[in-house]
């Protein structure tokens, strides 16, 4: 699976920004799909997961509340839905994929890797 990231930008404090992961090579429903990001200074963390079904979600308690993750398998594409961010949401976003049909919180579970999209939010 080849995974292209996107949607990444610079938005104020309180703004709003979608983020795309788009998959191509295999059978994209049957992979479980994450996102994480990594700010700078700090290790890679999870943000967000969906399973293969879009059934099962979860996030990180640092975004609950305020980020969506759903996916359309149709079109072989994950989404992020990012509201109310914050300064402290500052990084640069990848999305993963895992030949399971579930998506853990863990990054060594995770089989593909985006090449990633930065998000800068300012005060």
């Known amino acids: 699976v080849q995974l292209q990231a996107s949607g990444g930008g610079l938005v104020q404090a309180g703004g709003s920004l979608r983020l795309s992961c788009a998959a191509s090579?295999?059978?994209?429903?049957?992979?479980?799909v994450g996102w994480f990001r990594r700010a700078p200074g700090k290790e890679r963390e999870f943000v967000a997961g969906?399973?293969?079904?879009?059934?099962?979600?979860n996030y990180a308690d640092s975004v609950k509340g305020r980020f969506t993750i759903s996916r359309d398998n149709g079109k072989n594409t994950v989404y992020l839905q990012m509201n109310s961010l914050k300064p402290e949401d500052t990084a640069v976003y990848y999305c993963?994929?895992?030949?399971?049909?579930?998506?853990?919180?863990?990054?060594?579970?995770?089989?593909?890797w985006g090449q990633g999209t930065l998000v800068t939010v300012s005060s």
């Open positions: 090579g295999r059978t994209f429903s049957n992979y479980g």
């Open positions: 993963a994929a895992r030949a399971g049909r579930f998506a853990p919180a863990i990054v060594s579970l995770y089989d593909y």
């Open positions: 969906i399973n293969w079904s879009a059934t099962t979600t």
